[in-house]
C-alpha cells in the first residue's frame, strides 16, 4: 500500500491558508507521524474534483468540511455516489464531515444539533478490533472536537469502537472497509485554539476558555494516526489478497 487518496470537502477561508493550509494539508502530517513511506494524491471534491474509478488509490481518506451533510450541493451527491461505489473494493476513512458522509451515504442519518462539541473530548473504548495496535491499558481516546452535526442513526452493520454521551457514535466502523472518528485527530492544537476563539462570541467566553486549556492535557493524535493506518492496511491486504 503506497497511495492514500484524500477527498477535500470544502474550502479553508482565505486568511487562514498561509498558517494553517488547506483542508487537506494537515492530513499527511498526521499519518506521518506514523509512517513516511505513504504518498498522498489530494482530490478537490468540493469542486467536482473526483476519482474516475474507487482503483486510482490504495486507499480513501474524506477530510472535514464547513458544510453540512444534508445540505447536498451537487458535488456532495458526486462523492456521496462515488463513496458507495469505492467501500465495495477499497479501505475508506472518513474524518468528521467524512464520519458523517459515510453513515449518510450508507443508510444512516445525520441531523443538526443544539450542542457543539469543542475542546478535547474524551471517547471511551467499547471494542478494540484485531487489526488495532496492541494498547493493554487504552481505555479511551482523547482527541480534538470541532463540530455540530452529529450522526443521530448509524448505518447498517456499523460496530461503535468508542464513543462519549455527547458523542455517542464517535469511532465506529461500517461493514469491513470503512473506518470514521468523529473527532478531528489531524488538527494541530494552534488550529483548534484559532477556531475555538473565533467563535467566542459564539459559545460564550466560560465554554471557549476551557476548550482552549484542553488543548494543554491528553491528545491522542498520534495514537488515532496509528490506528487509521492500521485499519487501512489491514483492509488492503485482505482486499488485494482475495483477488
Avoid at 468540511?65 to 451527491?77: G, I, K, Q
Avoid at 491528553?218 to 487501512?232: M, N, P, S
Amino acid at each position: 500500500m503506497t497511495v492514500i487518496g484524500i477527498l477535500e470537502c470544502g474550502q479553508t477561508d482565505p486568511d487562514w491558508i498561509e498558517e494553517h493550509g488547506e483542508m487537506a494539508d494537515p492530513f499527511p502530517r498526521f499519518l506521518g507521524q506514523v509512517s513516511k513511506a505513504l504518498t498522498y494524491k489530494i482530490y478537490k471534491a468540493h469542486i467536482h474534483q473526483l476519482p474516475k474509478q474507487a482503483d486510482e488509490c490504495d486507499a480513501w481518506l474524506i477530510t472535514g468540511s464547513p458544510l453540512s451533510v444534508y445540505e447536498r450541493p451537487a458535488w456532495l451527491t458526486e462523492l456521496s455516489d462515488f463513496l458507495v461505489e469505492a467501500v465495495k473494493t477499497s479501505p475508506v476513512v472518513g474524518i468528521c464531515f467524512g464520519h458523517q458522509l459515510l453513515h449518510d451515504a450508507l443508510g444512516g442519518k445525520v441531523e443538526h444539533t443544539n450542542q457543539w462539541g469543542i475542546g478535547v473530548q474524551e471517547y471511551h473504548l467499547k471494542i478494540q478490533p484485531g487489526w488495532a495496535p496492541t494498547e493493554e491499558q487504552l481505555s479511551a481516546f482523547h482527541l480534538i472536537a470541532f463540530h455540530q452535526d452529529q450522526v443521530t442513526q448509524a448505518a447498517p452493520n456499523t460496530n461503535v469502537l468508542a464513543g462519549n454521551d455527547f458523542c455517542p457514535l464517535g469511532i465506529t466502523t461500517i461493514g469491513d472497509n470503512v473506518f470514521t472518528i468523529q473527532a478531528h485527530p489531524e488538527m494541530t492544537t494552534k488550529l483548534a485554539s484559532d477556531l475555538y476563539e473565533s467563535q467566542r462570541e459564539l459559545h460564550g467566553a466560560e465554554k471557549t476558555n476551557r476548550a482552549v486549556q484542553s488543548l494543554q492535557g491528553r491528545i491522542d493524535g498520534k495514537l488515532a494516526a496509528e490506528w487509521v493506518l492500521a485499519f487501512i492496511q489491514d483492509r488492503f491486504n485482505h482486499l488485494t489478497s482475495s483477488k
